[in-house]
């Protein structure tokens, strides 16, 4: 099955313990971003990646990291959560390598630091 | 600066009624304006896209209406059943573009009344 997977689903933290939230797709989609969801703010880009070793920053990359080392794989690191990082976050991947807005999204990571 | 400007945020519609959601962009290079629905607990997920070489795109219940010189564009739901409760994003971007941008409105949760 076609998917975009993210782990883990639901993670509480405390403020400046270092995270990663794993992203990995099975559809050989050169193109992958991470979003962060907050009420009334809608989908923000954080970062996004339109090939091996090819990252970019979005709308709010503060305070996040981003590698692409793989294909298949887009961590999002959180070198120091803060609570301003508390978000749901969606990873999403796109054929090809240039921008199709076609994106297939993960289910989200419910992220929650203290 | 928001790129794509949604509204309403909020909409409650009666079983059997017409959804409209609206959604208004600036940047005239756009060519490519992409509804998402999104369930609770869910990722986005693809509905519905248009190009602005057409006024209207149909798909079932849903329709795309696109006013170029407006800038304008907006997602009708005929027929509204409780399944479409969900939020509806309207999106827009570049396509093919190497910035691998994709423009997100704040989204609407739609609410329809059996």
């Known amino acids: 099955e076609a998917q975009v997977t993210q782990n883990p689903r639901y993670l509480i933290t405390v403020t400046g313990k270092k995270l990663t939230v794993t992203c990995s797709q099975n559809m050989n989609h050169e193109y992958m971003s991470w979003y962060r969801q907050d009420p009334g703010l809608g989908l923000r880009q954080i970062y996004y990646s339109m090939n091996v070793e090819v990252t970019d920053k979005g709308d709010v990359p503060e305070g996040y990291k981003v590698s692409r080392k793989e294909k298949r794989n887009f961590p999002l690191i959180l070198e120091s959560p803060s609570p301003n990082q508390t978000s749901l976050y969606f990873c999403?991947?796109?054929?090809?390598?240039?921008?199709?807005?076609?994106?297939?999204f993960g289910e989200g990571s419910r992220l929650t630091v203290l | 600066q928001q790129q794509v400007k949604q509204s309403p945020q909020s909409l409650i519609v009666q079983k059997g009624g017409i959804s409209i959601i609206n959604c208004a962009y600036e940047?005239?290079?756009?060519?490519?304006f992409p509804w998402y629905q999104q369930f609770p607990g869910k990722g986005p997920a693809l509905l519905i896209a248009?190009?602005?070489?057409?006024s209207e795109k149909k798909e079932g219940r849903f329709t795309i209406s696109f006013n170029k010189s407006a800038k304008q564009f907006s997602l009708h739901i005929m027929d509204s059943q409780p399944g479409d409760s969900a939020t509806y994003f309207c999106a827009a971007n570049v396509r093919g573009s190497t910035l691998g941008r994709l423009y997100f409105g704040r989204g609407t949760q739609l609410t329809v009344w059996p």
């Open positions: 940047n005239t290079a756009f060519d490519y």
């Open positions: 999403a991947s796109s054929p090809g390598t240039a921008n199709t807005g076609e994106l297939f």
């Open positions: 248009i190009r602005p070489d057409v």
